[in-house]
C-alpha cells in the first residue's frame, strides 16, 4: 500500500517518525509533513503566497506551509500516483470531540477524503507528559487495511488513545463536546500599542459511554468517523415553517 503521512506538529517530531518506522516496515510511506509547528491552524491553506518544499530524503519532504497545504501539494505535485491512504499523526496530544474543529491533524485527514482519498487523523493524550507512541504505530501496521474499509468518500477517522504501552481495545465512538475555558487578556504596551494574549483554561469535557473521550479515559482506542464536509449533513427536522420573508 502506498501511505502519505504528515502531522501538524512538524517534521522532526516523534509521533511521526515512529508511524514511519512502523509502517514502512510492509508499506511504501511517503512523507510531506510542515517545517515547523502548526498545531491549531484548522483547515487553512496558503492561496497567494507560495511554499517553500524542500526535500529531505527520497520520499520525505517538508512544506512551509500548513498540514492541508501538505496534503495538496503532495496529490497534485510531488507524488507519482495518489496514494492509497493519508495518515496524519500521530499528533502530540489529544484531538477528542470539539477539538477537530481547531485541529490542524484532523484538518489534513479532511483534506485527503475531500480529494477523494481515505484518511485517518491520529492523536495520544499524556497524563505524564511521556510521549509513546508505539503502541498505537503498531495498531495501525497490524489494522490497516481494515482502517482503510472504515472510511467512505464523506468520512474520515479521527482516532485517539492513551499514551501507553498497551490498549484493552478498539472502539467507535461519538464525539464529545469541549469546553476549553479559554481567555484573553490585553496589555497596552507603553508605545500605544494594544496586544492580546491568550491565556488557556481547564478543559470540561462532556460525553457519555459511547463518547471519545470515555473510551480514552478508559484504556481504549477511539475510532470516531467524521463527516468531511457540510454537505453531507442531513437535513431531517430542519424546518422553516417559523421564518417569514
Not at 98 to 117: E, H, K, P
Not at 147 to 159: E, G, H, Y
Amino acid at each position: 500500500m502506498r501511505i502519505l503521512l504528515t502531522n501538524d506538529d512538524g517534521i522532526a517530531e516523534d509521533g511521526l517518525s515512529v508511524l514511519s518506522e512502523y509502517l514502512g516496515q510492509e508499506h511504501e510511506v511517503w512523507i510531506i509533513a510542515p517545517d515547523r509547528n502548526r498545531s491549531g491552524v484548522s483547515h487553512g491553506i496558503s492561496m497567494r503566497d507560495p511554499l517553500e518544499i524542500k526535500q529531505i530524503n527520497d520520499k520525505i519532504f517538508s512544506c512551509s506551509g500548513a498540514p492541508a497545504d501538505c496534503v495538496i501539494t503532495g496529490l497534485q505535485a510531488i507524488l507519482p500516483e495518489f496514494p492509497d491512504m493519508v495518515l496524519s499523526g500521530i499528533n502530540r496530544g489529544a484531538n477528542i470531540g470539539t477539538d477537530i474543529i481547531y485541529s490542524g491533524t484532523a484538518a489534513a485527514a479532511r483534506q485527503a477524503v475531500l480529494a477523494g482519498i481515505p484518511a485517518a487523523a491520529l492523536s495520544i493524550d499524556s497524563d505524564d507528559h511521556v510521549w509513546r507512541y508505539h503502541a498505537l504505530a503498531d495498531f495501525v501496521l497490524k489494522n490497516i487495511t481494515q482502517l482503510r474499509n472504515l472510511c467512505t468518500q464523506d468520512v474520515f477517522l479521527n482516532i485517539n488513545a492513551k499514551s501507553a504501552d498497551s490498549y484493552i481495545g478498539c472502539k467507535i465512538t461519538a464525539v464529545s463536546l469541549r469546553q476549553y475555558g479559554d481567555s484573553v487578556h490585553l496589555y497596552k504596551a507603553p508605545d500605544g500599542r494594544l496586544y492580546s494574549f491568550f491565556q488557556s483554561g481547564c478543559i470540561h469535557t462532556e460525553g457519555d459511554e459511547l463518547s471519545d473521550y470515555y473510551a480514552v479515559q478508559n484504556g481504549y482506542i477511539s475510532i470516531s468517523p467524521i463527516y468531511a464536509h457540510p454537505a453531507t449533513a442531513p437535513l431531517e427536522n430542519v424546518s422553516l415553517d417559523n421564518i417569514s420573508v
